[in-house]
C-alpha cells in the first residue's frame, strides 16, 4: 500500500538556523498538509497546498515558513529562522479530495537547541 | 472557535473486552469526523470516519457514532486486543479541509 515518506525522521538544529523538512505524498493524492505536535500537546493544522498554492494556513504559520512542491513529488516545509519553541514532531500527510480522510507520514522530530 | 475534545487521557480495557473512546466537539458546521491511531514514533493512522448525514459508521472491530444533538461521538472496539494498544485522537473535518484533532485518549489493551 503507497505511504507517505518523510525526511529525515530527525533533524537536529541550533536557534536561527533555517531548515528544510521534505514529504513525498502519496502520488494520486492532490491535496498536501503539514501538521506539528509539540510533545504532550495536541497535533496542530499548519497549512494546506493545492494545486501548487497555499489553500489554507493556520495562524501559527507565520512568514518565517514557508512550503513548495518544487518537483511535482516532493512537498517541503521550510522554517527560515529556527526557534526553541519550534521543537516539535511535524507530520505531512496528504488526501485525494479537501474532505476526507488524510494519509499522514511517519514525522521529522525538530529538536532545536 | 474549533475544538474537539477528548476528556479521558487514558483508558486500560482487559482483551477481549470493548473499549469506548468519547470525543465532545463544540462546532457543528462541518460534516464529518475521523479517528485516527497513534503508535509511538509512527505517524497518525487513519481508522475510520463518519459523515453527519450518519449516526453510526462500522468496520469490522471498529465502529463509531455520532450524536449530533449532543455533539459527541465515540469509537467502540470490539473485541479490544493488546495490539490495539495506542493513543487514539479524535479529529474534525475543517472549513478547508485541516483536520482538528482532540488531545487524544490512550489505550491500553491488557492480555
Known amino acids: 500500500e503507497p505511504e507517505v515518506t518523510q525526511t529525515p525522521s530527525h533533524q537536529v538544529t541550533q536557534m536561527g538556523q533555517e531548515v528544510i523538512l521534505r514529504c513525498v505524498p502519496i502520488s494520486n493524492h492532490l491535496y498536501f498538509y503539514w501538521y506539528r505536535q509539540i510533545l504532550g500537546q495536541k497535533v496542530e493544522f499548519l497549512v494546506s497546498?493545492?494545486?501548487?498554492?497555499?489553500?489554507?494556513k493556520s495562524e501559527i504559520f507565520d512568514d518565517q515558513f514557508s512550503v513548495e512542491r518544487p518537483d511535482g513529488s516532493n512537498f517541503t516545509l521550510k522554517i527560515r529562522s529556527t526557534k526553541l519553541e519550534d521543537s516539535a514532531m511535524y507530520f505531512c500527510?496528504?488526501?485525494?479530495?479537501?474532505?476526507?480522510?488524510?494519509?499522514f507520514g511517519p514525522g521529522t522530530r525538530l529538536t532545536v537547541l | 472557535d474549533q475544538q474537539v475534545k477528548q476528556n479521558s487521557p487514558s483508558l486500560s480495557v482487559q482483551e477481549g473486552r470493548i473499549s469506548i473512546l468519547n470525543c465532545d466537539y463544540t462546532?457543528?458546521?462541518?460534516?464529518?469526523f475521523l479517528w485516527y491511531k497513534k503508535y509511538p514514533a509512527e505517524g497518525p493512522t487513519f481508522l475510520i470516519s463518519i459523515s453527519s448525514i450518519k449516526d453510526k459508521n462500522e468496520d469490522g472491530r471498529f465502529t463509531v457514532f455520532l450524536n449530533k444533538s449532543a455533539k459527541h461521538l465515540s469509537l467502540h472496539i470490539v473485541p479490544s486486543q493488546p495490539g490495539d494498544s495506542a493513543v487514539y485522537f479524535c479529529a474534525e473535518g475543517g472549513s478547508q479541509g485541516n483536520l482538528i484533532f482532540g488531545k487524544g485518549t490512550k489505550l491500553s489493551v491488557k492480555p
Open positions: 462546532n457543528s458546521m462541518f460534516d464529518y
Open positions: 497546498f493545492y494545486n501548487n498554492e497555499i489553500s489554507e
Open positions: 500527510a496528504a488526501g485525494t479530495s479537501g474532505y476526507n480522510e488524510q494519509f
